[in-house]
């Protein structure tokens, strides 16, 4: 985990090249072997392209900010600075470093002269021609170009690093450089890499009939929540990194994958979130540690309730309630207990009920689409209605475990799930949402839209929904909804809904927000379907959108994403591009079908007297073996049956 590798075979010469970035130090590492069949002289010439740091600012400045760029050999290494004064934070960028283990030949830094004229990167003029110019550039366009001249003897193995790095002076480069010449230097950041990825992904490891699934429990789902939790939605292959900083409400989700993996880095993201909130309990929307921005202040009626689920994971978890009593800062001043945090969340939703009984949408639920449905200020969520249900109940159970009654939390539930179940049931599935002018969406009455696969799965999650109107949603979600490649979120797409002057979305039908098959929510249903002991469906849901077995059903051409990492969605059946996978990486699918898949599948839930274990698993996945780190402890779970199981300390 952690590096690249690429390998290469011409005449008799053999390249392997791996890249990977240590812990020791800012350096990404290429580490090169080369075997050669004969004796024979070979030239390397490492490349790279450097461009002005912050991407858009290259398209914008490139003509006056090159002239503040320079790229210079410092005896054997090469430098880049990057010296622009408009930029947000000049003092505090880097130096940019190029080196290598080996006797450096020649070199260039000025991309025009290593490319050449009228040629390209694809065939540079100094590789061509064998022999760079020992360029210098002080204004113009940088790349760092070295040229390695070796001699190979027959089946010699040789190995080369090539180090690229940053640090703040040019003192600093000079000794990070020797650091990462020394002999050992690669293979200890290469063990150390291991070695944490190891220790990350043995908290839970499982052996199952399906294999597919075994890779993604053990491997992959894990690796993807580390990244998310990491980058929230910032940066990624899709994303540029330059406005969304990090998200309330989805790394609030992130988290809750993280806390059984690793409950330190759990806490201190959770006590960056609590940062965010004000005294009355609501929260920023995305803000920027970072780049230290403003934040996106816009409320919305659900960010300021994942922190409660953050917090109730983490009891369990680790089974203690010393974080309920940590202080933390409230964004508008003032300090106040994890447990008084939490308190304030409650208290913002219910001071903000519409007039129906249902939380205010404000400026949108989880649901970034519905932002048009409280402009005027009364329309309500019924969804954030059963957020708040499943929330209530975290809330009781820790206000009892605190040695506080706990009634208001029953309270605000009761009459939360009166509502629901009234002015909230449809017929044959729970309604999504109502306008400001009073119109229930996600109606059999609406032309369009008329079920929405989130209040379905969250009538159940929640235990909202009456136990017969739990049944009905999700069978109406299998019978309108499931399609071979997962489950819509929204049936039917909408289009010039509800008129075409103010429709609700511009979505294309069957894309993205609008009638897609959209993987975060499908985790959901899955939770929903086992939670009501269907193990069969919890299992068709689960399976049918593994990456690889997406992949494969939609064909590599059309779905046109890795097959082995979870996508934010897939283009649903009113797309003629039904089955193309969209934004793979940072979405909030990888933290929930983890939980959906080790917590509700193989049913390992941490709770307060322990470890609970209530596996949710289809005759054909019997047995299964997971091992759990859990409190400091590693157990062996042999599940023969859904109601057949041993743990033992492993
Ligand atoms: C992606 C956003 O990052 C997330 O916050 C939101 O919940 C989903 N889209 C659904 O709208």
């Known amino acids: 985990m952690g590096y690249t590798g690429f390998q290469a075979e011409r005449r008799g010469l053999e390249a392997n090249v791996t890249y990977l970035v240590g812990r020791e130090e800012n350096v990404l590492i290429w580490e090169m072997s080369l075997r050669s069949d004969r004796d024979r002289k070979v030239q390397i010439f490492p490349y790279v392209e450097l461009g002005m740091m912050e991407f858009l600012r290259e398209i914008q400045w490139q003509c006056y900010n090159k002239h ?3 790229c210079y050999p410092m005896g054997e290494v090469l430098v880049y600075r990057y010296g622009v004064e408009n930029q947000p934070r000049p003092d505090e960028t880097p130096l940019v470093f190029f080196a290598a283990d080996v006797p450096v030949a020649a070199f260039d830094c000025d991309r025009d002269s290593f490319v050449g004229s009228y040629w390209s990167e694809e065939n540079p003029v100094g590789v061509e ?29 040789r190995k080369v690093h090539i180090f690229l790095g940053t640090a703040m002076t040019e003192e600093e480069i000079l000794q990070t450089a020797a ?9 200890r950041a290469r063990e150390g890499l291991q070695e944490q990825w190891e220790r990350y992904l043995s ?24 990244r998310n939790f990491q980058f ?20 609030a989700q992130d988290i809750l994958a993280m806390i059984p993996l690793d409950t330190g880095r759990a806490r201190e993201k959770m006590d960056l979130l609590f940062s965010q909130q004000y005294r009355d309990g609501h929260c920023n929307h995305y803000f920027f540690p970072t780049e230290g921005w403003e934040p996106v202040t816009r409320i919305h009626s659900d960010n300021h309730l994942w922190l409660i689920m953050d917090v109730y994971h983490l009891v369990m978890e680790e089974g203690s309630l010393e974080y309920l009593s940590r202080e933390l800062p409230y964004y508008d001043g003032g300090w106040g207990s994890v447990w008084e945090h939490v308190g304030k969340s409650i208290e913002f939703t219910l001071s903000h009920m519409g007039e ?97 696969l989130n209040t379905q799965s969250w009538a159940v999650i929640s235990g909202l929904g009456d136990p017969d109107k739990q049944i009905a949603a999700m069978d109406s979600v299998r019978k309108y909804m499931d399609t071979e490649l997962g489950i819509r979120k929204i049936y039917p797409a909408m289009e ?47 399976r049918q959108l593994l990456p690889m077995v997406a992949q494969a059903r939609a064909g ?21 591009r039904f089955g193309l996978a969209n934004v793979s990486w940072l979405t909030g699918t990888a933290a929930w079908m983890y939980l959906a898949v080790t917590q509700y599948l193989l049913g390992i839930r941490p709770c307060w007297e322990g470890l609970s274990v209530k596996p949710c698993l289809p005759r054909e996945m019997l047995p299964a073996v997971v091992t759990r780190r859990f409190r400091g402890k590693v157990y062996r779970i042999t599940i023969r049956s859904n109601d057949d199981v041993d743990v033992e300390p492993a």
């Open 556 to 576: 590599q051409e059309r779905y046109r994403a890795e097959p082995y990492v979870y996508a934010s969605n897939i283009f649903g059946p009113e797309s003629d």
């Open 203 to 226: 908290g839970f490891q499982c052996t199952l009939a399906d294999k597919d699934a075994q890779t993604m429990v053990n491997i992959w789902n894990p690796y993807q929540v580390e």
């Open 68 to 70: 503040q760029l320079a």
């Open 179 to 187: 650091r990462c010449r020394k002999a050992d230097f690669a293979q």
């Open 232 to 251: 929230s939605r910032n940066i990624s292959y899709y994303a540029t990194g330059t406005f969304r900083g990090v998200g309330m409400r989805d790394t």
């Open 356 to 452: 129906n009984g249902f939380p205010l949408m404000l400026c949108s639920d989880w649901n970034d689409m519905l932002y048009k449905v409280c402009r005027k200020g009364k329309g309500e969520s019924i969804w954030t209605g059963m957020q708040f249900g499943t929330v209530l109940r975290m809330m009781k159970e820790l206000a009892g475990l605190m040695g506080e009654s706990g009634v208001k939390y029953e309270e605000a539930y009761q009459q939360m799930q009166e509502k629901v179940n009234s002015l909230g049931w449809d017929g044959a599935w729970f309604r999504r949402c109502i306008t400001d002018e009073g119109v229930f969406i996600g109606s059999d009455r609406e032309p369009q839209a008329k079920i929405w």
């Open 496 to 542: 010039d809904y509800p008129s075409k002057e103010d429709p609700l979305t511009y979505y294309n039908k069957g894309c993205g927000e609008n009638g897609s098959v959209f993987c975060h929510a499908n985790t959901w249903a899955i939770i929903a379907e086992c939670m009501l002991g269907r193990s069969d469906y919890a299992w068709k849901y689960y």
């Open 129 to 157: 021609q064998g022999e760079l110019s020992d360029s210098v550039m002080y204004g113009g366009d940088p790349c760092f170009a070295l040229q390695l001249d070796l001699e190979l003897a027959a089946g010699e193995e």
